[in-house]
C-alpha cells in the first residue's frame, strides 16, 4: 500500500538568461548620470524633516497638561506624552532610514563622481547612525557581485536541510523540488521547523530588532562558510583583503567615535532624553534596515544559485521589488516610498545598475521593467510590511542540499515554483567591485 502523501501544483520558474547589456541597454542614459549637488538635497530635506520632528514634538509636550488639555483620567496624560513621543520615534526612525540609503548609496559611488566625496559623506552618515563604513561597503559590494549565490552571497543565505539537522532527503518520500512529500515526512519536518502563531511573532520580530546588529558583529544570518564569529570590526577577518586593513580601522574609528558621542550626550542630557530623541529613532532604522533586506531577498517566488547555474544577471534579477507599508494603504505606501528614497520599491534596479543614484531610480526601474516584461519576468513583490515578514518568515525554511537553482521549502518540505530552463545558452556575468 502506497503511503499517503501531500501533492501540490507548482508553478514553473524560468531562469532567466538576459545579458548584464541587455539589462543596462533598456536604461535610458542619463538615468546613469550622478550629482553631489542633488544628492545633497535629499541629505538636507531627511535631516529638515527629522528636526522638523523633534521641534513639533518637543512645542506639543508641554501642552500635554491638566491646564491646557483636558483629560478624563491623570493617567492619561503621561501616556498621551509617551505616545508623542512613540510616534516622533516612528517617523523620525523612518526618515533617517533613509539618510541610512543615501550612506549606502555614497557606498556604491552614486552619490557623486567624486570617489572622495562619495566615502568621506558616507563614513560620516554611516559612523552617524552606528555603522562601519568601509567594512559594510565592502562586504556589500560582494553581495551585489553574488547576489542569490550559496556559497558566495554574504547575507540571507538560506539554510540547506543539513544545516537545520533534518533527516536527509529520501527521493521515495519526497520530492527534491517540493512538490510533494507522504505525511510521515511532512509530520517529521513540522516537528522540527513549525512555528506557532505567536512563536512566528515572536521569531519574526526577535529578527527585525536583533538582525543587524547580529550580523555585523557576529555574521549572523551571513555566509555560512565563515569561521564562527566573524565580524566586520575585524580588520583580518576572512571577509576583507589585507589592503582593506586601514579601512576597516577607519571605520571602527567611526563607530567609536559614535558610541563616545551617545555615552556623552547621555552624560549631559540625561538617558531619557537621548533615548527619546535619538536611540528610538535608531532603534527603528535598525528594524527597518532588516525589514526592507530580508523581503527583498527572501521569498517562496526567489531562486538561489550553486556555482554551475549562477551569473551575475541571474543574481541581480534574484530580488523583489516591495511598497513599503503599502499593505496600510497608498499614502502610507508614498510616505514609506518616499522617507526611504525608494530603495524598496526599486530594489531589482538597484542590483542591475548600483550606481544609479535613487533619485534617477525611478525612471530607471521603469524602464527596466518593461524590458523584463518582453521577456515574461515580473519581480514585484507583495508590500513590505510586518504581515509580510510574518508570512514569508512561515513560508520560507529550508532549501535542499543539492539542485543548482533551489528554492524555500516551507514546514511541511513544499515548494512554491520550480526552475524551468529555456533554450538559449547561458548569460555573461560580472561586477566591477569599488577598492
Same mark, same amino acid.
Given at each position: 500500500?502506497?503511503p499517503?502523501?501531500?501533492?501540490?501544483?507548482?508553478?514553473t520558474?524560468?531562469?532567466?538568461?538576459?545579458?548584464?547589456?541587455?539589462? @543596462?541597454?533598456?536604461i535610458p542614459?542619463?538615468? !546613469? +548620470? &550622478?550629482?553631489?549637488?542633488? #544628492?545633497?538635497?535629499?541629505?538636507?530635506?531627511?535631516? =529638515?524633516?527629522?528636526l522638523?520632528?523633534?521641534?513639533?514634538?518637543?512645542?506639543?509636550d508641554p501642552?500635554?497638561?491638566?491646564?491646557?488639555?483636558?483629560l478624563?483620567h491623570?493617567?492619561?496624560?503621561?501616556?498621551?506624552? %509617551?505616545?508623542?513621543?512613540?510616534?516622533?520615534?516612528?517617523w523620525?526612525?523612518?526618515?533617517?532610514?533613509?539618510?541610512?540609503?543615501?550612506?549606502?548609496e555614497?557606498?556604491?559611488q552614486?552619490?557623486?563622481?567624486? +570617489?572622495?566625496?562619495?566615502?568621506?559623506?558616507?563614513?560620516?552618515l554611516?559612523? =552617524?547612525l552606528?555603522?562601519?563604513?568601509?567594512?559594510?561597503?565592502?562586504?556589500?559590494?560582494?553581495?551585489?557581485?553574488?547576489t542569490g549565490?550559496?556559497?558566495q552571497?554574504?547575507?540571507?543565505? *538560506?539554510?540547506?536541510?543539513?544545516?537545520?539537522?533534518? &533527516?536527509?532527503?529520501d527521493?521515495k518520500?519526497?520530492d527534491?523540488?517540493g512538490?510533494?512529500?507522504?505525511?510521515?515526512?511532512?509530520r517529521?519536518?513540522?516537528?522540527?521547523?513549525?512555528?506557532?502563531p505567536?512563536?512566528?511573532?515572536?521569531?519574526?520580530?526577535?529578527?527585525?530588532?536583533?538582525?543587524?546588529?547580529?550580523?555585523?558583529m557576529f555574521?549572523?544570518?551571513?555566509?555560512?562558510?565563515? *569561521?564562527?564569529?566573524?565580524?566586520?570590526?575585524?580588520? #583580518? =577577518?576572512?571577509m !576583507?583583503?589585507?589592503h582593506? /586593513?586601514?579601512?576597516?580601522?577607519?571605520?571602527?574609528?567611526? %563607530?567609536?567615535?559614535?558610541l563616545?558621542?551617545?555615552?556623552t550626550?547621555?552624560?549631559?542630557f540625561? !538617558?531619557?532624553?537621548v533615548?527619546?530623541?535619538?536611540?528610538?529613532?535608531?532603534?527603528? %532604522?535598525?528594524?527597518?534596515l532588516?525589514?526592507?533586506?530580508?523581503?527583498?531577498?527572501?521569498?517562496?517566488?526567489?531562486?538561489? /544559485?550553486?556555482?554551475?547555474?549562477?551569473?551575475?544577471?541571474r543574481?541581480?534579477?534574484?530580488t523583489?521589488?516591495?511598497? @513599503?507599508?503599502?499593505?496600510?494603504?497608498?499614502?502610507?505606501?508614498?510616505?514609506?516610498?518616499?522617507?526611504?528614497?525608494?530603495?524598496?520599491?526599486?530594489?531589482?534596479?538597484?542590483?542591475v #545598475?548600483?550606481?544609479? *543614484?535613487?533619485?534617477?531610480?525611478?525612471?530607471? #526601474?521603469? =524602464?527596466?521593467?518593461?524590458?523584463?516584461?518582453?521577456?515574461g519576468?515580473?519581480?514585484?513583490?507583495?508590500?513590505?510590511?510586518?504581515?509580510?515578514?510574518? &508570512?514569508? /518568515?512561515?513560508?520560507?525554511?529550508?532549501?535542499?542540499?543539492?539542485?543548482?537553482?533551489?528554492?524555500?521549502k516551507?514546514? /511541511?518540505?513544499l515548494?512554491?515554483?520550480?526552475?524551468?530552463?529555456?533554450?538559449?545558452?547561458?548569460?555573461d556575468?560580472?561586477?566591477? @567591485?569599488?577598492k
Amino acid at each position: 500500500m502506497a503511503p499517503k502523501e501531500t501533492v501540490v501544483e507548482q508553478g514553473t520558474f524560468v531562469v532567466p538568461e538576459l545579458t548584464i547589456k541587455e539589462l @543596462l541597454d533598456s536604461i535610458p542614459a542619463h538615468c !546613469f +548620470k &550622478r550629482s553631489a549637488l542633488r #544628492s545633497s538635497v535629499y541629505v538636507v530635506w531627511d535631516f =529638515a524633516v527629522v528636526l522638523a520632528l523633534y521641534k513639533i514634538t518637543t512645542f506639543v509636550d508641554p501642552l500635554i497638561n491638566p491646564a491646557t488639555l483636558s483629560l478624563p483620567h491623570p493617567l492619561l496624560y503621561p501616556f498621551a506624552r %509617551v505616545a508623542l513621543w512613540a510616534l516622533y520615534g516612528f517617523w523620525a526612525g523612518l526618515f533617517s532610514t533613509g539618510l541610512w540609503v543615501i550612506a549606502h548609496e555614497c557606498g556604491h559611488q552614486a552619490f557623486s563622481e567624486s +570617489k572622495f566625496i562619495n566615502n568621506s559623506v558616507g563614513w560620516v552618515l554611516h559612523s =552617524a547612525l552606528g555603522v562601519p563604513y568601509h567594512s559594510w561597503r565592502i562586504t556589500h559590494g560582494k553581495h551585489h557581485a553574488s547576489t542569490g549565490h550559496m556559497t558566495q552571497d554574504q547575507v540571507f543565505v *538560506p539554510p540547506t536541510r543539513s544545516d537545520m539537522g533534518l &533527516r536527509p532527503f529520501d527521493s521515495k518520500k519526497d520530492d527534491r523540488l517540493g512538490a510533494r512529500v507522504t505525511e510521515e515526512v511532512k509530520r517529521e519536518l513540522w516537528e522540527a521547523l513549525g512555528d506557532s502563531p505567536i512563536g512566528a511573532v515572536w521569531g519574526s520580530m526577535s529578527y527585525l530588532i536583533g538582525g543587524w546588529p547580529a550580523y555585523i558583529m557576529f555574521n549572523m544570518s551571513g555566509q555560512r562558510r565563515y *569561521p564562527k564569529g566573524t565580524s566586520h570590526f575585524t580588520p #583580518s =577577518a576572512v571577509m !576583507f583583503a589585507p589592503h582593506h /586593513y586601514s579601512q576597516i580601522l577607519i571605520s571602527d574609528l567611526g %563607530v567609536f567615535l559614535w558610541l563616545a558621542g551617545v555615552f556623552t550626550a547621555i552624560h549631559h542630557f540625561g !538617558f531619557l532624553q537621548v533615548f527619546r530623541t535619538y536611540l528610538v529613532p535608531y532603534l527603528w %532604522v535598525n528594524h527597518w534596515l532588516v525589514l526592507i533586506t530580508f523581503l527583498q531577498h527572501t521569498d517562496p517566488l526567489l531562486p538561489h /544559485y550553486r556555482a554551475p547555474e549562477f551569473t551575475f544577471p541571474r543574481g541581480a534579477l534574484a530580488t523583489l521589488d516591495r511598497n @513599503l507599508l503599502g499593505d496600510c494603504g497608498r499614502l502610507m505606501g508614498w510616505l514609506g516610498a518616499h522617507a526611504t528614497n525608494g530603495i524598496s520599491e526599486t530594489h531589482v534596479l538597484h542590483h542591475v #545598475s548600483s550606481k544609479i *543614484p535613487h533619485y534617477n531610480a525611478w525612471e530607471a #526601474s521603469a =524602464a527596466l521593467k518593461k524590458r523584463l516584461a518582453k521577456a515574461g519576468i515580473f519581480l514585484e513583490g507583495a508590500p513590505g510590511g510586518w504581515r509580510e515578514v510574518y &508570512r514569508v /518568515y512561515k513560508e520560507c525554511k529550508f532549501v535542499e542540499d543539492e539542485g543548482n537553482v533551489v528554492f524555500f521549502k516551507n514546514a /511541511y518540505g513544499l515548494a512554491q515554483l520550480r526552475p524551468v530552463f529555456s533554450e538559449t545558452g547561458a548569460s555573461d556575468s560580472g561586477i566591477e @567591485l569599488d577598492k
